[in-house]
Nanobody
């Protein structure tokens, strides 16, 4: 199984930036893509961004042009740079590894809370 630990959340004003980190360990060789998800209060968890093993990135429409997913292979870390944050970005952010059928490989962790004030 893949183990994941998210960090980097916090409170920021609208228009500000945050960088989230996700350290991965365990069976990372099974990972086809790394992805970030988020869950806002009272809503279901939703996809935010993914970075495939070939370098391809995909973003949900609401974050295109503002968020960037990347990885630091030397540290087994996946990053999510979030710029021009909006109050509607407020959520708990989770990362996970995906297999070739885009199923999550790891157990969902506690995530990291991002709060954007208006």
């Amino acid at each position: 199984q893949v183990q994941l630990e998210e960090s980097g959340g916090g409170l920021v004003q609208a228009g500000g930036s945050l960088r989230l980190s996700c350290v991965t360990s365990g069976r990372t060789n099974d990972v086809f893509a790394m992805a970030w998800f988020r869950q806002a209060p009272g809503k279901e968890r939703e996809f935010v961004a993914t970075l495939k093993s070939d370098g391809t990135t995909i973003y949900t429409d609401s974050v295109k042009g503002r968020f960037t997913i990347s990885r630091d292979n030397t540290k087994n870390t996946v990053l999510l740079q979030m710029n021009s944050l909006k109050p509607e970005d407020t959520a708990v952010y989770y990362c996970n590894g995906l297999d070739t059928t885009l199923n999550a490989l790891g157990a969902w962790g506690q995530g990291t809370l991002v709060t954007v004030s208006s």
